[in-house]
């Protein structure tokens, strides 16, 4: 057995031995069906968990981890489309009050779209990471050096956000105000969460 399953182990036995006896029954609830009033669209970073930083019960957030926390646009080829899987079975058959797409600071998916993807990653990684590449360039272009990087994070909030806004079935929910969306950044150092207004920058959740 390797270290990291060792570690798995562990940490199940801990589930098992702490958390499990006062949580036995709400999982027993669960088996009925589950009800997660929101919907995150979060990056695969192991920094930056959804659950973990909302302190959310099981059964509360339908969680989508990508790269990047990329949403790409609506495009119902019949071809494989994860994201968009995920975001129609939350929406037409969970019905999720909320969609959050959540960035984060330190972002190696957004560094690849401002540097390039690692040369052993080109079979998936860089197609990837090259939908949002013409986004947090411009705004490399546009910000101090010293922004960059955060600035480029919240681009690509933005972006997933308005292609979202791109599935008729979520456009026609938010209109008529049953779905709403909302965008939000992980500072991994501080633990702020910033969320997405109509200011430029993102500002500290209250």
Known sequence: MSASEDELTAGYHRFRAEHWPAAHAEYEALVKGQKPHTLIVACSDSRADPALIFDAKPGELFVVRNVANLVPPYEPDGLLHGVSAALEFGVKVLNVRRIVVMGHAHCGGVNAMLNGAPDNCADFVAPWVAQGTPVVRHVAET??????????????????????????????????????????????ADGVLRALTDKPRFEPLT
């Open 143 to 188: 910000v101090d050096a010293h922004e960059v990087e955060r600035a480029a994070e919240e681009a690509i909030v933005r972006l997933s956000i308005r292609n979202l806004r791109t599935f008729p079935w979520i456009a026609e929910r938010e209109a008529a105000g049953d779905l709403t969306l909302s965008g939000l950044h992980f500072g991994i």
